[in-house]
């Protein structure tokens, strides 16, 4: 398979995501949010580009203006009265960006060998031997003259920075750090290292990725891709929705948002008018539930004080009665219990699985021990439903 970690990282976001972009190469209207990130990206890259001086910050917003300028026409926008008002707050925003990275990250203060890098590696599943490559762009890649040391640098646009647990196991940041390991093989991990910029919080945060979790970060890409594979042979992509979906360009043809996106006149339709009055009812019980529920505790919260002041048991009402037991519920100290319970041989047998733990764990494995766990596994469907009221 030749893929890249975008595209990885969509089949996680959706499958069925996956399968349009992917598979059947459908193309969805550039929004704006992806107009901004690639000149914005742009802008980063001229920055740092020594011909044969370093541009001045004027002459950066000058280019970000011009290439803004020429995107800002491709772009489809979703509501055509806020148009101009939206364009406007974009561009100023990156204005924004660049001048406080800029006075933050004088490019001359800089050692940048590489801009916009291009990659690619194979990686080769020892299960079927089959040789998978991934390809990818690395924003930015310095040398620290001192130390000798290379950081990756990946800028972010937006908001939300992750902890340094998840930054260590961020698999896009191990993928970079196994290309690098792969241009130069006699470079030792620990001399790279890997960082995100969030140009909103001109922040930068960093990890150094162990040769154990550059392995393991290759099992995940492994696992991720030998899943597609076995949706590709049953071709079940299903939807997975989520605060995503509000950014994504399939929305009309997705049967999550479809029916939102069907016409006046279709929704007249006999079983469609049935189906709305169902969903209305439906909204109706279930806020009547959640009402009660609330109700419900306040009430015992009532009755519960009362017992308690009067010392009553059990109090009485037309409709019947209601009486108060009280019981007891134990907890342990498991680390605790563990060695003798280990020393007798009983401590498994006191275990629960955890799906959870199990699916963080399976990339940790060797192959072998991980495809005979993974034939284990069964997959059932449950459907449920769950409403959410229109804000």
């Known amino acids: 398979m030749h893929t890249s970690y975008s595209a990885l990282d969509t089949f996680k976001t959706c499958p069925l995501k996956y399968k349009y972009q992917e598979i059947e190469k459908r193309k969805t209207p550039k929004r704006v949010e992806q107009v901004f990130g690639t000149v914005v990206h742009s802008a980063l890259k001229y920055m740092f580009l020594r011909d044969p001086l370093y541009p001045a910050l004027d002459e950066v917003i000058n280019f970000y203006t011009q290439k803004w300028k020429e995107a800002a026409e491709k772009i489809e926008w979703k509501n055509l009265e806020r148009k101009e008002a939206q364009e406007k707050m974009y561009f100023e925003e990156g204005i924004k960006l660049l001048e406080n990275f800029y006075k933050k990250n004088s490019p001359w203060n800089f ?25 990818g762009f690395i924003d930015r890649i310095d040398k620290d003259p001192t130390s000798d040391v290379y950081e990756i640098i990946d800028y972010k646009t937006g908001k939300k920075m992750p902890s340094q647990e998840m930054l260590e196991d961020d698999l896009q940041l191990g993928l970079y750090s196994i290309a690098l390991k792969d241009r130069w093989p006699a470079l030792p991990a620990n001399r790279i290292q890997t960082s995100l910029y969030f140009l909103k919080h001109n922040e930068k945060i960093s990890a150094v990725h162990s040769d154990e979790k550059l392995e393991r970060a290759k099992g995940r890409i492994l696992t991720i891709i030998k899943e597609i594979e076995k949706r590709m042979e049953s071709g079940l992509f299903e939807p997975t929705p989520g605060p995503l979906c509000n950014w994504c360009g399939f929305r009309p043809i997705c049967p999550m948002w479809s029916h939102e996106y069907k016409n006046k006149e279709e929704r007249q339709a006999p079983d469609e008018a049935e189906v709305a009055q169902a969903i209305a009812e439906f909204f109706e019980i279930k806020q009547t539930e959640e009402t009660n529920k609330k109700r419900l505790g306040q009430l015992r919260n009532i009755i519960l004080t009362y017992m308690e002041n009067t010392a009553v048991a059990r109090v009485f009402g ?30 498994s047998g006191i275990l629960e699985p955890n799906p959870k733990k199990l699916e963080e764990l ?22 449920t439903l769950k409403q959410t009221k229109k804000k």
């Open 318 to 347: 037309s409709p019947g009665y209601i009486t108060k037991s009280v019981g007891e519920r134990f907890t342990w100290e498991m680390s605790q219990v563990k060695p003798t319970l280990e020393r007798l041989g009983k401590w």
């Open 362 to 383: 399976l990339p940790t494995l060797p192959d072998k021990d991980r495809e005979e766990i993974l034939s284990a596994r069964e997959k059932k469907s449950v459907v």
């Open 111 to 135: 050692n940048a060998v590489e801009l916009e890098s291009r990659f690619q590696i194979n990686l080769e599943d020892t299960d079927t031997g089959t040789t998978h490559t991934l390809a």
